[in-house]
């Protein structure tokens, strides 16, 4: 099983970026999906979630500039994240979570991405 996310960089505050993960070696279509960051020093924490079912789930900081996405034929997940602030500065990886549910905590997810490097410059 592989996670391949891709897509961070270097934005200014209040900028978009476009994270993808793309996944490989499971059936996809039947996994829950989410991103978590970690900055330096810190944990790693939920920011978002997607059901099989494509219902969601957002850590209360990223609701309204986030909006995670799924598209099952590319076996691929999305963060579009916009006006972007410095505080979401970190490692974004994706998670995968056999069984279709989702939550925000990182026990039930089985398969992490190598994770993608955001930084937001002031």
């Known amino acids: 099983v592989q996670l391949q996310a891709s897509g961070g960089g270097l934005v200014q505050a209040g900028g978009s970026l476009r994270l993808s993960c793309a996944v490989s070696g499971r059936a996809f279509s039947r996994d829950g999906m989410a991103w978590f960051r970690q900055a330096p020093g810190k944990e790693r924490e939920f920011v978002a979630a997607?059901?099989?079912?494509?219902?969601?789930l957002y850590e209360d900081s990223v609701k309204g500039r986030f909006t995670i996405s799924r598209d099952n034929a590319k076996n691929t997940v999305y963060l579009q994240m916009d006006s972007l602030k410095p505080e979401d500065a970190a490692v974004y990886f994706c998670a995968s979570r056999p069984g279709g549910a989702v939550d925000s905590g990182t026990a039930g997810y089985s398969y992490w991405g190598q994770g993608t490097q955001v930084t937001v410059s002031s």
């Open positions: 997607i059901s099989w079912r494509s219902t969601t």
